[in-house]
């Protein structure tokens, strides 16, 4: 079975400061994991994905994560906050075993202030 | 128009009653989902289809059923709703063409209260 859990609920920057969101998975097969965004009144879009490639993953509005596979993480960073980061952030994972579907972890809001 | 699309969009119905939440795709794609989204909770699977006639049960699948009418349709029912079914409903489809089962392509969601 695969899971992850992502740490803290609510976090909180100020505009222009680095950007960590926390995310650990387990999987007894080689993951694939993703962070999602969902803007208030929206629904989910990627924001990066991990399929066994390279570790250090870039995604839209220069957000980066990276795959430790010894630590089982693969936290979101981003290094200046814009206001417009405020949403909720949620960390998933997969495989590439037939039938897997896609689970989510709980998501992390994101309040960026001024 | 949006790829996928949900309807209703909004509901609220009476414990008891029978409710269908419908999705349909335009992006072509084989597989489908239904998640269910609580505050503090996350997105949770109820049930997901990789083709017409495939369905399986995701993690809370009790208290819903699922029809696959075609490639493009994707329908999920409550067929007595209860107050704790109370949720936002998202659909979502996937193209394992891409390599990957990750990438999820979600509609706008459906709000659905029961009182």
């Known amino acids: 079975a695969q899971s992850v859990t992502q740490l803290g609920s609510h976090v909180s920057v100020s505009e222009g400061a680095l950007v960590l969101l926390r995310c650990n998975y387990s999987?007894?097969?080689?993951?694939?994991l993703f962070w999602y965004v969902q803007y208030p009144n929206q629904g989910l879009q990627l924001l990066l994905k991990?399929?066994?490639?390279?570790?250090l993953v870039k995604g839209i509005n220069d957000f980066e994560a990276e795959f430790k596979k010894s630590e089982t993480s693969f936290h979101l960073t981003k290094p200046s906050a814009h206001m417009s980061d405020a949403a909720e952030y949620f960390c998933?994972?997969?495989?590439?075993?037939?039938?897997?579907?896609?689970?989510f972890g709980k998501g992390t809001t994101l309040s960026v202030s001024s | 128009d949006a790829d996928v699309t949900q309807t209703p969009r909004n509901r609220i119905t009476k414990t008891g009653k029978r409710i269908m939440l419908e999705c349909s795709q335009t992006?072509?794609?084989?597989?489908m989902y239904w998640y269910r989204q609580d505050p503090g909770l996350g997105l949770q699977l109820i049930y997901y289809?990789?083709?017409?006639?495939?369905?399986n049960k995701g993690e809370i699948s009790d208290g819903y059923s699922v029809s696959r009418q075609a490639q493009a349709k994707f329908s999920l029912s409550l067929e007595s709703a209860i107050p704790n079914q109370t949720a936002l409903y998202f659909c979502?489809?996937?193209?394992?063409?891409?390599?990957?089962?990750?990438?999820?392509?979600f509609g706008e969601g459906s709000r659905l209260t029961v009182l």
């Open positions: 992006k072509g794609h084989d597989r």
């Open positions: 289809s990789f083709d017409v006639k495939d369905i």
């Open positions: 979502a489809t996937s193209d394992p063409g891409t390599g990957t089962t990750g990438e999820l392509f």
């Open positions: 998933a994972v997969s495989s590439n075993q037939a039938g897997t579907a896609l689970i």
């Open positions: 999987s007894s097969v080689p993951p694939y």
């Open positions: 991990y399929t066994s490639a390279a570790t």
